[in-house]
């Protein structure tokens, strides 16, 4: 079946720290991978995504890159700042899934920045 | 003025009351789903629409109805309301076709409590 496995959190750095967060996924065929972020008290926002095998998703400074080959999509940024403080949550929506756009969730990523 | 709204946003409740939560757009798609999230288990799927006539099951409606009024408005149910049911809530939209018709939008949520 289709899931999604990210690592676990919370995961806290400071200020200007480089980010990686993990997610590795499995599916049949060819999937469509997203990164969601929930700042507090908010509903989820796509930050970035990507469609086909080694393309780079990126936006507000993160990228993930489709890696086919290791099944993974991690999420990474050079520098943090304090508002980046959010749960992050990795998405598929299965190949041939444009029918119904049902997105499978990790379990989310709970991310603190300190100042 | 946000296109995707969920009412009410915070509801306490006893155990056996029947409730409804209602979800409303203005991005004018087709597509509507409910979701839950609970600590660690990230989102999952409760129901999804693919147009007013067209309502399916995702992997925990047990417990739950729905009902597409129109278009643009999606309501969830619970019938008899139970502790565990206890949960963040979200409505979400995506279009039917296109290069984005794999992104869903969010609305902020609706924190559940049933006592």
């Known amino acids: 079946g289709n899931s999604v496995t990210q690592m676990e959190g919370p995961v806290t750095l400071s200020e200007e720290a480089f980010l990686t967060i993990n997610c590795t996924y499995t599916?049949?065929?060819?999937?469509?991978l997203f990164w969601y972020v929930q700042y507090p008290g908010e509903g989820l926002q796509l930050l970035l995504k990507?469609?086909?095998?080694?393309d780079k998703g990126s936006n507000k400074g993160f990228e993930a890159t489709y890696r086919k080959e290791t099944t993974s999509f991690h999420l990474e940024k050079g520098s943090v700042q304090v508002s980046d403080s959010a749960v992050y949550f990795c998405?598929?929506?299965?190949?041939?899934?444009?029918?119904?756009?049902?997105?499978?969730f990790g379990q989310g990523t709970t991310l603190q920045v300190k100042p | 003025d946000a296109d995707v709204t969920q009412t009410p946003r915070n509801r306490i409740t006893k155990t056996g009351k029947r409730i409804m939560l209602e979800c409303s757009q203005t991005?004018?798609?087709?597509?509507m789903y409910w979701y839950r999230q609970d600590p660690g288990l990230g989102l999952r799927l409760i129901y999804y629409?693919?147009?007013?006539?067209?309502?399916n099951k995702g992997e925990i409606s047990d417990g739950y109805s729905v009902s597409r009024q129109a278009q643009a408005k999606f309501s969830l149910s619970l019938e008899s309301a139970i502790p565990n049911q206890t949960a963040l809530y979200f409505c979400?939209?995506?279009?039917?076709?296109?290069?984005?018709?794999?992104?869903?939008?969010f609305g902020p949520g609706t924190r559940l409590t049933v006592l």
């Open positions: 979400a939209t995506s279009d039917t076709t296109g290069p984005g018709a794999d992104t869903q939008y």
């Open positions: 998405a598929l929506s299965p190949h041939g899934s444009g029918n119904t756009g049902k997105l499978i």
């Open positions: 629409s693919f147009d007013v006539k067209d309502i």
């Open positions: 991005k004018g798609h087709d597509r």
């Open positions: 599916a049949t065929g060819y999937p469509s």
């Open positions: 990507a469609t086909k095998a080694d």
